[in-house]
């Protein structure tokens, strides 16, 4: 099995009157940086809409609602059951049967990219996820807004009234998302270079097709993977040498009411070059910005592989 290789990935993705990511405990806002205005996107939304497309293509999921016979939710002491081979009575195995279940969990491709830590009787499946994501946050500064508009239903029996609606939304947000792809962590989850494919699609279509009322407009931007050479070199937050120039963050509607300035990460990368394996790159047609960075690498003699 080829070794996958340790890597660098930004993603950068938009939406417009939408809400990226509401807070349950702040009415459902979406989250701000008080001290920056800017928007912040958790890790743990951007691996939601990568699991939830990679399900959609046939994948199997550790991490999604599964249930037991009388329709309840299972928790993770049931879903471990779904791993035993049959027979294995999960409260008495032994160390063979609990490696048994140790290999099944890893057949769910979140767990190759993401680890787990599962639960069972005595004891619980852990892997350290090869794939990991900082908190993702806007290029530009955000203001929040809050909508307020009628519902589709009385608001109780008898009543000739129909319900009130409030939401939070953010007239635009440019969110970028930095990772790391760990090499070593990919031997024990067995993690391959087809898997990570896989999640780079994933990511980028899953961004398209979520189609709920808060998340629908979303538009997948610019997809950056920079895989090393050397399993002990990367250069380290790429995510910071992309800006977003405009004339005012606040006024911003739509991407290209600003410029992508690419000018720094190219630099940094043809300085690191000998140390590059090659830079995976797709980013939409719309976006206007200040060089044409694959052509730019190209030139400088990195292996560039598109994606458009």
């Known amino acids: 099995m080829e070794k996958v290789k340790k890597s660098e990935l930004i993603f950068l993705y938009d939406l417009a009157w939408a809400n990226p990511n509401g807070d349950p405990n702040d009415a459902n806002k979406p989250r701000i940086d008080e001290e920056t205005s800017k928007n912040i996107v958790t890790d743990v939304r951007l691996k939601r809409t990568i699991r939830d497309e990679l399900y959609a293509n046939g994948c199997e999921i550790l991490v999604r609602d599964t249930y037991n016979e009388d329709g309840t939710l299972k928790d993770g002491k049931n879903r471990a059951k779904d791993f035993l081979e049959d027979g294995i009575n999960i409260a008495k195995m032994n160390d063979a049967e609990k490696n048994i279940l140790k290999e099944n969990v890893k057949k769910c491709i979140d767990v190759r990219l993401f680890g787990c830590t599962l639960p069972y009787e005595n004891g619980s499946v852990i892997y350290t996820g090869p ?7 806007s290029l530009n500064e955000v203001k929040c807004e809050y909508i307020k508009g009628t519902g589709a239903f009385a608001s109780g029996e008898g009543s000739e009234q129909k319900t009130f609606r409030q939401e939070y939304v953010l007239p635009y947000s440019l969110i970028n998302f930095y990772g790391m792809i760990n090499s070593r962590s990919a031997v024990e989850t067995n993690l391959t270079e087809e898997d990570i494919n896989k999640m780079l699609k994933s990511m980028w279509s899953g961004t398209q097709n979520l189609i709920t009322r808060t998340k ?93």
């Open 216 to 308: 629908v407009g979303q538009q997948p931007r610019l997809l950056i993977r920079v895989a090393y050479k050397d399993e002990d070199y990367y250069i380290g937050s790429l995510d910071k040498y992309i800006k977003y120039e405009c004339e005012n963050s606040f006024e911003v509607r739509n991407i290209n009411d600003g410029k992508l300035i690419f000018n720094d990460i190219k630099d940094v990368l043809l300085k690191n070059k000998d140390a590059i394996e090659f830079v995976y790159i797709r980013m939409d047609a719309q976006i206007n910005c200040d060089i044409n960075i694959i052509d730019e690498l190209k030139k400088g003699g990195i292996n560039v592989v598109e994606n458009c």
């Open 131 to 137: 794939v990991q994501f900082k908190m993702g946050y």
